[in-house]
């Protein structure tokens, strides 16, 4: 059963693109590089991107080979190329995903990322933060938090517009 979760996302991702612009300057970071990771974290980072005025390209990570769980899914049948359009040695970087639970993309896509070089400083933002972690990572920033049980998951659909629903598993 999938149920629509009523938020205002264009004000969830104002608040933060505010809370990304604050956290830049007090990191002292300019000129900031963003990845988006496939798929919802690609539709996030495009808002983001865009009220932020980020002037380089956004870029665009695929993961699907970097999961540690490969072997046991599959690949997905999907998988689209990464794209960087940019160098990432010694850049600030933001990486943004649709909702983190395991941590487990994150660090796929962290994996990836160095692949391409080594960046400053990464700054993690996700749309939803939710219960469920089994590796230490935080968002830097996070439009929501949701405390859901094992039996529940947090789906955004989109591009246009951007849905959030719950959806209980079994």
């Known amino acids: 059963m999938t149920t629509p979760l009523q938020h205002d996302l264009d004000r969830v991702l ?5 809370r990304l612009r ?4 007090e990191r002292e970071v300019t000129a900031p590089l963003m990845i ?3 798929t919802g974290g690609v539709w996030v980072a495009e808002h ?7 002037e380089e390209p956004l870029g665009t990570l695929d993961i699907s080979f970097y999961r540690d769980d490969f072997e046991r899914i599959g690949v997905h049948p999907q998988v689209k190329p990464s794209n960087l359009p940019f160098e990432v ?20 896509a962290l994996n ?10 990464v700054l993690l933002s996700i749309l939803v933060e939710r219960s469920g972690r089994e590796l230490p990572v ?3 920033v996070a439009g929501l938090s949701m405390d ?3 039996s529940e998951q947090v789906k955004l659909t989109g591009p246009k517009p951007l849905t959030l629903s719950l959806k209980r598993v079994k």
Not at 14 to 18: E, F, L, R, S, V
Not at 22 to 25: F, G, M, Q, V
Not at 49 to 54: D, E, R, S, T
Not at 89 to 108: F, K, N, P, S
């Open 14 to 18: 104002a608040g933060m693109a505010a």
């Open 22 to 25: 604050a956290t830049l300057e």
């Open 36 to 38: 988006g990771i496939h």
């Open 48 to 54: 983001l991107h865009c009220l932020l005025g980020i």
């Open 89 to 108: 040695e010694d850049r600030h970087i933001i990486l943004v995903d649709d909702v983190l639970q395991t941590g487990r993309t994150i660090r796929a």
């Open 112 to 121: 990836e990322i160095f692949d391409y070089g080594r960046p400053a400083s």
């Open 138 to 140: 935080c968002a830097d």
């Open 148 to 150: 859901l049980s094992p």
